[in-house]
T-cell receptor
């Protein structure tokens, strides 16, 4: 079975631009979460979606937004990019039935110049 | 809020040794913990989990211990192999599976 997939794998943008990252969860998983991982640190929670509804949000500015589609895939959008947004963006999926293991994709590495 | 942290940033061991990676957590409301392994350029990979009603759980070559009294977790890897070299994170779960990660411990295994 395919695991969590993310696209693109790498991305280079300039300050002020906008970016959209995509994630497809494991088949049968209805919950998707997004995390930002800055080099040398652990992942930081951004959003969680379940059945197309936002179920949780971390301490990130409104420039960050996300959505989940009927097929449970998800997009993360970041507007007005800053240099500090350079990071590995990770998507994780889970069944969505409570406190349970999340399985991560390979991530999208974003570099903002 | 909750924070989950690690005691040692880098652990160097010889192949065949047993490795122990430690983790402290501050939010006693967390009742589910997961250890992840992250290799360079990859996403975190699930290793083993433990719920707060347990104090020990074993997997293949790995054991997680939970001490709720002192809010401490450890990951033990038996007969460590070069392929175990990676960064290891513990994460606590709160709410609907929101993970809170620590900084991570880098495990370096020498042949």
């Amino acid at each position: 079975d395919a695991g969590v997939t993310q696209s693109p794998t790498h991305l280079i943008k300039t300050r002020g631009q906008q970016v959209t990252l995509r994630c497809s969860p494991i088949s049968g998983h209805k919950s998707v979460s997004w995390y930002q991982q800055v080099l040398g640190q652990g992942p930081q929670f951004i959003f969680q979606y379940y059945e197309k509804e936002e179920r949780g949000r971390g301490n990130f500015p409104d420039r960050f937004s996300a959505r989940q589609f009927p097929n449970y895939s998800s997009e993360l959008n970041v507007n007005a990019l800053l240099l500090g947004d350079s990071a590995l963006y990770l998507c994780a999926s889970s069944l969505g039935q409570g406190q349970e293991t999340q399985y991560f994709g390979p991530g999208t590495r974003l570099l903002v110049l | 809020g909750e924070s989950v942290g690690l005691h040692l940033p880098t652990l160097s061991v010889q192949e065949g040794d047993n490795s122990i990676i430690n983790c402290a957590y501050s939010n006693s409301a967390s009742d589910y913990f997961i250890w992840y392994k992250q290799e360079s350029g990859k996403g975190p990979q699930f290793i083993i989990d433990i719920r707060s009603n347990m104090d020990k759980r074993q997997g293949q070559r790995v054991t997680v211990l939970l001490n709720k009294t002192v809010k401490h977790l450890s990951l033990q890897i038996a007969a460590t192999q070069p392929g175990d070299s990676a960064v290891y994170f513990c994460a606590g779960i709160s709410g609907y599976s929101t993970l809170t990660f620590g900084k991570g411990t880098m495990l370096l295994v020498s042949p």
